[in-house]
């Protein structure tokens, strides 16, 4: 029996489609990497009986990177970034995807993929195929061995109806998405560089782990700070109103606009008021009453979905798009990275209502609709990519909660109010004449509430007073005016307006806007204010204006914009691959080395607003050269700085760094510190000079003590490792300085072993044990605290093997993400035969009983 392998883009749609497929009759296991699942079936495939075998990716199996020594900063000129080579690499390595791939598709004679139908599903295609060519029967280029199933939503007839139509990926738009990684990483990855080493050596409080440049970062940003400097360069402007008052015979107050609408010169504003000031009567001269239509909307697309969530529901686009993602994955809205407005002649907008008229919440609305007969959807646009987004089956606050059941409930009402009627009000205008100047008054009164009765927060108001009058009718005019205003500055752009301006010049996609929004807040460029307004922050603004001043065109979203239509072309097959690739790098390095020519310019707007180095931080530790103490700078990035050397530390983030009981490295007389990510995570030590310049070269930069291989320093892995990582292989369980609270922790990944509670002193001994080689270990108690039995108070012995020392330890994971403290290459305590021995050799009875105890 042939068999067919099947892959997904997630291993939650791989389960939903091998669920639809098999009729619910298919059979589970675990992959290999225990993140995906293989969902098997048998079906007919080509008039075959074909075993079936659903699975999944995680996103992107590869990620172009540089090339090994081009990664490293200090050594790579970042101009040389722009011609180096480049090559695929494992996105997540841990999860060993193509050697799963490679497992599953031994011996498979078809391939079909299941993949998001956008440029990134067909470039994942790519991967997948690029996986499993080897060990596939056919060759995977075949239109008779790959298949490509296009679909848009999760729904058992979509589902069956993509599996009897299968096409062909689509390599064209592959390439782009190629194209577009390669353009990214080379001028992104060359100016971030650049600017990163450079400012971040100069000045102390940046806040800024990465000085980030990016194609359409960089011109999300600029939209952001030229809004920032209109309202800075704003001047006020006073301008006068003329106001009056008009009662009708029964009382009712009128408030009449002046049909100037305003005076900008307080002198001629007076003059039309004393010209009125005496008539005491406004006659009125014309009614016009007139019916107005507040349309409802056309379909809903992901630019909109995006708007709404950040304007309506307060919630950013990144987070608003992937609890779409999850909504689509489990079958709830159709996909939702669309262009398009508007439904195929085809799409069943009855079959799609009636699913909701059972609803709570709208199904009233919904069976009145029903009833009265739907309204033909306003005509959109047609973008040719997936439908637009719809609810696809029915669902309750019950089984949707939060952010999930927010998405969901505005998606609904957005798709049954394109089918409604329009809001229809009637707007009366009355114009009254006194003396020589003329005024209006408007009332609006609602007609049809239509779409809004489901939409809403768009609701007409309160139906507004409008009097019977005539015309020549004669009312009393009073409370003549002048009222003095002021013009107002504009607002800071909100994100919805951000990603109007993002979709209306061309920067990014329907997929990628969210992600450049959320990079400049990540980066500290911008800050997200009340309203979700936007607001730049001095590194933002000093960014935008250093680019505006060296090279423009490195800001505006003209740039980006006309690669985007480049990256189009190559998408439909109408421009070289290689071609746009090479003629935009190019213009791209030119533009980076004039730049780098001219960084003065910059920097001189960066001295205005930053502190250097030598003024910022406080003094922490001395340094090893001059003695003389080092300024610890706190914002991002951590760093210690020597003012008389010049010379500039990086230290481990995100964690609380201190002096290390005053000690000295033993290599360089450089104090040690301490780095801590909090009670319930890591701590080691570490020589600022060593974890910056590796002293042996089976160490790495960004190394602690605890990886440390001298042979005779009591801080380092030798005299501190206890024994190899219970979980991972290259990591060793070094004992944390972190007194009272005594923990073995690894170099290499987070598993922490907590010890000997309130111990008054725990250390690692010389000698090895016989049975495993592990170190032994001494613990120490005061009297009054002691846990060991028959109230000892020392004793000394392998954690491994006695059942004693077992009863007081407790394994866990760091709670924060490990910063540097990676383990030495080599085994166990590293330079001592024995440990070495122990390595090579892991004692698999205890080790085995060991572990399953910790977990």
């Given at each position: 029996m042939k068999t067919a392998l099947m892959v997904a883009e997630k291993p939650s749609l791989a389960q939903n489609l091998a669920n639809i497929l098999s009729n619910g009759k298919c059979t589970t296991t675990k992959g290999m990497n225990t993140a995906c699942s293989i969902h098997e079936w048998t079906g007919m495939f080509k008039n075959d009986s074909v075993r079936f075998k659903m699975t999944s990716v995680c996103g992107h199996v590869m990620t172009l990177d540089f090339t090994g020594k081009y990664n490293n900063w200090d050594k790579v000129d970042p101009v040389e970034l722009f011609i180096c080579p480049t090559e695929k690499k494992?996105?997540?390595?841990?999860?060993?995807?193509?050697?799963?791939?490679?497992?599953?598709?031994?011996?498979?004679d078809y391939l079909i993929l299941w993949l998001d139908c956008d440029k990134e599903g067909e470039n994942i295609c790519f991967e997948v195929m690029s996986c499993v060519q080897p060990y596939m029967k056919g060759d995977v280029l075949s239109p008779l061995v790959t298949y490509r199933a296009h679909f848009s939503a999760i729904t058992e007839k979509d589902i069956k109806a993509a599996m009897l139509n299968l096409g062909r990926p689509n390599e064209n738009q592959s390439r782009s998405v190629d194209a577009r990684q390669e353009l990214d990483l080379r001028i992104g990855c060359a100016f971030t560089r650049f600017q990163t080493k450079y400012f971040q050596g100069r000045y102390g409080d940046l806040d800024a782990s990465l000085i980030s440049y990016g194609p359409c970062q960089t011109?999300?940003?600029?939209?952001?700070?030229q809004r920032h400097d209109e309202i800075q360069t704003f001047k006020p402007e006073t301008y006068w109103v003329l106001r009056v008052t008009a009662s009708t015979s029964e009382g009712r107050e009128l408030p009449l606009e002046w049909k100037r609408v305003r005076s900008f010169e307080k002198d001629i504003a007076n003059m039309f008021l004393s010209g009125i000031k005496e008539c005491k009567e406004a006659t009125v001269i014309n009614i016009q009453a007139k019916e107005k239509v507040k349309a409802r909307p056309t379909a809903l697309n992901t630019v909109e979905l995006m708007r709404v969530a950040s304007a309506g529901l307060g919630m950013g686009p990144h987070h608003a798009m992937a609890v779409a993602e999850r909504l689509y994955t489990q079958g709830y809205i159709s996909y939702p990275r669309t262009e398009t407005t508007s439904y195929s002649e085809n799409f069943d907008l009855m079959g799609t209502l009636r699913q909701q008229q059972s609803s709570s919440k709208w199904g009233a609305e919904v069976r009145a609709l029903i009833s009265n007969g739907i309204n033909k959807p306003k005509k959109g646009h047609d973008a040719g990519d997936h439908p637009p987004i719809t609810p696809l089956r029915a669902a309750s606050e019950s089984e949707l909660e939060g952010d999930m059941w927010r998405i969901y409930d505005y998606v609904t009402r957005h798709f049954i109010a394109t089918l409604s009627r329009d809001c229809k009000f009637l707007s009366t205008t009355i114009t009254f004449r006194i003396a020589a100047e003329t005024f209006h008054y408007t009332g609006n009164a609602l007609l049809d509430a239509g779409y809004t009765e489901l939409m809403h927060w768009q609701a007409f108001g309160k139906d507004e007073f409008v009097p019977t009058l005539h015309v020549d009718d004669v009312l009393r005019a009073h409370d003549h005016r002048l009222v003095e205003c002021q013009t107002a500055p504009p607002d800071y752009l909100t994100e919805s307006e951000v990603i109007t301006l993002m979709e209306?010049?061309?920067?990014?996609?329907?997929?990628?806007?969210?992600?450049?929004?959320?990079?400049?807040?990540?980066?500290?460029?911008?800050?997200?204010?009340?309203?979700?307004?936007?607001?730049?922050?001095?590194?933002?603004?000093?960014?935008?204006?250093?680019?505006?001043?060296?090279?423009?065109?490195l800001v505006l979203p003209t740039m980006r914009s006309a690669v985007e239509e480049q990256l189009n072309l190559i998408a439909v097959g109408r421009a070289d691959f290689h071609a746009v690739l090479s003629h935009t790098t190019e213009i791209f390095r030119r533009k980076f080395q004039y730049f780098v020519r001219s960084i003065e310019g910059m920097d001189q707007l960066f001295e205005v607003s930053f502190s250097s180095l030598k003024a910022s931080g406080k003094a922490l530790s001395r340094c090893g050269k001059c003695r003389r103490y080092m300024r610890y700078i706190q914002a991002k990035p951590a760093r210690l700085h020597c003012s008389h050397c010049d010379d500039t530390y990086c230290l481990p983030q995100n964690g609380t760094v201190r002096i290390y009981r005053e000690l000295k490295c033993p290599l360089d007389d450089f104090e040690l510190l301490s780095w801590s990510s909090g009670s319930k995570g890591k701590s080691f030590p570490l020589c600022p000079y060593c974890y910056n310049h590796p002293p042996f070269r089976d160490m790495k930069k960004g190394f602690g003590c605890n990886s440390c291989t001298h042979p005779t320093c009591p801080y380092g892995v030798n005299w501190t490792g206890v024994s190899g990582c219970v979980e991972c292989e290259a990591g060793v369980l070094v004992l944390d300085p972190a007194a009272p609270r005594w923990k073995l922790a690894c170099n290499r990944c987070d598993v922490i072993i907590n010890i000997f509670e309130d111990a008054a002193r725990v250390s690692v001994c010389e000698q090895?044990?016989?049975?495993?080689?592990?170190?032994?270990?001494?613990?120490?108690?005061?009297?009054?605290?002691?846990?060991?039995?028959?109230?000892?108070?020392?004793?000394?012995?392998?954690?491994?093997?006695?059942?004693?020392?077992?009863?007081?330890?407790?394994?866990?994971?760091?709670?924060?993400?490990?910063?540097?403290?990676?383990?030495?290459?080599?085994?166990?305590?590293?330079?001592?035969?024995?440990?070495?021995?122990?390595?090579?050799?892991?004692?698999?009875?205890?080790?085995?009983?060991?572990?399953?105890?910790?977990?």
């Amino acid at each position: 029996m042939k068999t067919a392998l099947m892959v997904a883009e997630k291993p939650s749609l791989a389960q939903n489609l091998a669920n639809i497929l098999s009729n619910g009759k298919c059979t589970t296991t675990k992959g290999m990497n225990t993140a995906c699942s293989i969902h098997e079936w048998t079906g007919m495939f080509k008039n075959d009986s074909v075993r079936f075998k659903m699975t999944s990716v995680c996103g992107h199996v590869m990620t172009l990177d540089f090339t090994g020594k081009y990664n490293n900063w200090d050594k790579v000129d970042p101009v040389e970034l722009f011609i180096c080579p480049t090559e695929k690499k494992e996105s997540m390595p841990r999860l060993r995807i193509p050697a799963f791939l490679a497992q599953e598709s031994r011996g498979c004679d078809y391939l079909i993929l299941w993949l998001d139908c956008d440029k990134e599903g067909e470039n994942i295609c790519f991967e997948v195929m690029s996986c499993v060519q080897p060990y596939m029967k056919g060759d995977v280029l075949s239109p008779l061995v790959t298949y490509r199933a296009h679909f848009s939503a999760i729904t058992e007839k979509d589902i069956k109806a993509a599996m009897l139509n299968l096409g062909r990926p689509n390599e064209n738009q592959s390439r782009s998405v190629d194209a577009r990684q390669e353009l990214d990483l080379r001028i992104g990855c060359a100016f971030t560089r650049f600017q990163t080493k450079y400012f971040q050596g100069r000045y102390g409080d940046l806040d800024a782990s990465l000085i980030s440049y990016g194609p359409c970062q960089t011109p999300t940003l600029g939209f952001c700070v030229q809004r920032h400097d209109e309202i800075q360069t704003f001047k006020p402007e006073t301008y006068w109103v003329l106001r009056v008052t008009a009662s009708t015979s029964e009382g009712r107050e009128l408030p009449l606009e002046w049909k100037r609408v305003r005076s900008f010169e307080k002198d001629i504003a007076n003059m039309f008021l004393s010209g009125i000031k005496e008539c005491k009567e406004a006659t009125v001269i014309n009614i016009q009453a007139k019916e107005k239509v507040k349309a409802r909307p056309t379909a809903l697309n992901t630019v909109e979905l995006m708007r709404v969530a950040s304007a309506g529901l307060g919630m950013g686009p990144h987070h608003a798009m992937a609890v779409a993602e999850r909504l689509y994955t489990q079958g709830y809205i159709s996909y939702p990275r669309t262009e398009t407005t508007s439904y195929s002649e085809n799409f069943d907008l009855m079959g799609t209502l009636r699913q909701q008229q059972s609803s709570s919440k709208w199904g009233a609305e919904v069976r009145a609709l029903i009833s009265n007969g739907i309204n033909k959807p306003k005509k959109g646009h047609d973008a040719g990519d997936h439908p637009p987004i719809t609810p696809l089956r029915a669902a309750s606050e019950s089984e949707l909660e939060g952010d999930m059941w927010r998405i969901y409930d505005y998606v609904t009402r957005h798709f049954i109010a394109t089918l409604s009627r329009d809001c229809k009000f009637l707007s009366t205008t009355i114009t009254f004449r006194i003396a020589a100047e003329t005024f209006h008054y408007t009332g609006n009164a609602l007609l049809d509430a239509g779409y809004t009765e489901l939409m809403h927060w768009q609701a007409f108001g309160k139906d507004e007073f409008v009097p019977t009058l005539h015309v020549d009718d004669v009312l009393r005019a009073h409370d003549h005016r002048l009222v003095e205003c002021q013009t107002a500055p504009p607002d800071y752009l909100t994100e919805s307006e951000v990603i109007t301006l993002m979709e209306k010049h061309g920067i990014g996609t329907d997929a990628s806007i969210p992600v450049h929004i959320n990079n400049i807040c990540q980066r500290n460029y911008v800050t997200v204010g009340s309203g979700r307004r936007l607001v730049p922050t001095n590194l933002g603004i000093v960014l935008v204006h250093g680019y505006q001043k060296i090279d423009p065109e490195l800001v505006l979203p003209t740039m980006r914009s006309a690669v985007e239509e480049q990256l189009n072309l190559i998408a439909v097959g109408r421009a070289d691959f290689h071609a746009v690739l090479s003629h935009t790098t190019e213009i791209f390095r030119r533009k980076f080395q004039y730049f780098v020519r001219s960084i003065e310019g910059m920097d001189q707007l960066f001295e205005v607003s930053f502190s250097s180095l030598k003024a910022s931080g406080k003094a922490l530790s001395r340094c090893g050269k001059c003695r003389r103490y080092m300024r610890y700078i706190q914002a991002k990035p951590a760093r210690l700085h020597c003012s008389h050397c010049d010379d500039t530390y990086c230290l481990p983030q995100n964690g609380t760094v201190r002096i290390y009981r005053e000690l000295k490295c033993p290599l360089d007389d450089f104090e040690l510190l301490s780095w801590s990510s909090g009670s319930k995570g890591k701590s080691f030590p570490l020589c600022p000079y060593c974890y910056n310049h590796p002293p042996f070269r089976d160490m790495k930069k960004g190394f602690g003590c605890n990886s440390c291989t001298h042979p005779t320093c009591p801080y380092g892995v030798n005299w501190t490792g206890v024994s190899g990582c219970v979980e991972c292989e290259a990591g060793v369980l070094v004992l944390d300085p972190a007194a009272p609270r005594w923990k073995l922790a690894c170099n290499r990944c987070d598993v922490i072993i907590n010890i000997f509670e309130d111990a008054a002193r725990v250390s690692v001994c010389e000698q090895a044990c016989a049975a495993c080689g592990a170190q032994l270990v001494a613990v120490e108690y005061r009297p009054e605290r002691t846990r060991l039995p028959a109230a000892l108070t020392e004793m000394t012995a392998c954690l491994y093997c006695e059942p004693i020392f077992s009863a007081l330890v407790e394994k866990h994971r760091a709670v924060t993400s490990r910063a540097g403290g990676g383990a030495a290459r080599g085994a166990g305590r590293g330079g001592r035969p024995r440990v070495h021995k122990h390595r090579a050799k892991q004692p698999k009875d205890k080790m085995a009983l060991l572990a399953a105890y910790f977990v």
